[in-house]
């Protein structure tokens, strides 16, 4: 197709810039000028005619020497076309792919928008009720506990809403104790949720393919950022069930790793 449109080009090529030409000779209105153009485009036209026909007759000259020729001519150009048809088929999958991507993304932002609302009024409850508890501030507004900025991230096809609790010291807290924090957390917004005080949404638990029970809003992490701590929160679901379990995979895989190479190093 590509080598059939550029013969036709190639063979239109003559006649396209005489008609180019002939519009800004016709707006001067110089005819002596549109005849030798016409005639230098036929010119053109029959050169490239007569070139093409030659190539033409060298080619079934050849073929009728050497049969054979045909076939592998044949090959030739069935084989191009297996190629160009497989690139396109692959752009146009690659295309595809790419708007479905944007699609999703757009639609998680739609979502993660409507959600920021829900999440944030959820968590000031929880936060307001546990605050003593992790060594925070009560906070007094809902806002108190949004970011300035960033108040979600989009990661792995998942929503993560960033909150903040400002702590009542500047103490470092060590990865076990935040641990234990996030525990307690999770422990009060289950039971928040089971017993459907104040629930602004619809709630239900989610069982992954190994039997694992997520509560609808799940604490993923908590970071000690000094003056705070810094909570990542998302509304649980299937997805977000493959995504902890890949998780929890990598960190036994590390944990391993370290034990390996502790034992390694004492021997």
């Given at each position: 197709?590509?080598?059939?449109?550029?013969?036709i080009?190639?063979?239109?090529?003559?006649?396209?810039?005489?008609?180019?030409?002939y519009?800004?000779?016709?707006k001067?209105?110089?005819?002596?000028?549109?005849?030798?153009?016409?005639a230098f485009?036929?010119?053109?036209?029959?050169?490239i005619?007569?070139?093409i026909a030659?190539?033409i007759?060298?080619?079934?000259?050849?073929?009728?020497?050497?049969?054979?020729?045909?076939l592998?001519?044949?090959?030739?150009?069935?084989?191009?076309?297996?190629?160009?048809?497989?690139?396109?088929?692959?752009?146009e999958?690659?295309?595809?792919a790419k708007?479905?991507?944007?699609?999703?993304?757009?639609?998680?932002?739609k979502?993660?928008?409507?959600?920021?609302?829900?999440?944030?009024?959820?968590?000031?409850?929880?936060?307001?009720?546990?605050?003593?508890?992790?060594?925070?501030?009560?906070?007094?507004?809902?806002?108190?506990?949004?970011?300035p900025?960033?108040?979600?991230?989009?990661?792995?096809?998942?929503?993560?809403?960033?909150?903040?609790?400002?702590k009542?010291?500047?103490?470092?807290?060590?990865?076990?104790?935040l641990?234990?924090?996030?525990?307690?957390?999770?422990?009060s917004?289950?039971?928040?949720i089971?017993?459907?005080d104040?629930?602004?949404?619809?709630?239900h638990?989610?069982?992954?393919?190994?039997?694992?029970?997520?509560?609808?809003?799940?604490?993923?992490?908590?970071?000690?950022?000094?003056?705070?701590?810094q909570?990542?929160?998302?509304?649980a679901?299937?997805k977000?069930?493959?995504y902890?379990?890949q998780?929890?995979?990598i960190k036994?895989?590390?944990?391993?790793?370290?034990?390996?190479?502790t034992?390694?190093?004492d021997?």
């Open positions: 197709m590509m080598l059939w449109n550029s013969l080009n190639l063979v239109m090529f003559p006649i396209n810039w005489f008609w180019e030409r519009k800004k000779c016709k001067e209105n110089a005819v002596g000028k549109m005849i030798c153009l016409f485009s036929l010119t053109g036209l029959a050169v005619m007569v070139a030659y190539v007759a060298i080619i079934f000259l050849k073929i009728n020497e050497r049969p054979e020729a045909l592998i001519i044949l090959g030739v150009v069935w084989l191009y076309l297996y190629g160009r048809s497989r690139s396109l088929n692959q752009e999958q690659s295309k595809k708007e479905q991507q944007n699609s999703d993304l757009n639609e998680l932002n979502n993660a928008i409507k959600g920021l609302p829900i999440i944030t009024m959820f968590m000031f409850t929880i936060f307001r009720k546990l605050a003593d508890e992790i060594d925070c501030e009560k906070p007094l507004t809902s806002a108190e506990i949004q970011l900025e960033d108040k979600y991230i989009i990661r792995n096809g998942l929503c993560f809403y960033q909150l903040k609790l400002k009542k010291d500047m103490k470092t807290y060590d990865r076990d104790t641990d234990v924090f996030k525990t307690d957390l999770q422990y917004i289950q039971n928040k089971h017993s459907g104040g629930l602004s949404f619809e709630a638990d989610v069982l992954d393919r190994y039997g694992n029970i997520f509560d609808a809003v799940v604490v993923d992490n908590i970071e000690d950022m000094g003056g705070f701590f909570f990542s929160v998302v509304f679901s299937q977000y069930a493959e902890s379990r998780k929890q995979m036994m895989q590390d944990n391993a790793s370290s034990e390996e190479l034992v390694s190093w021997n």
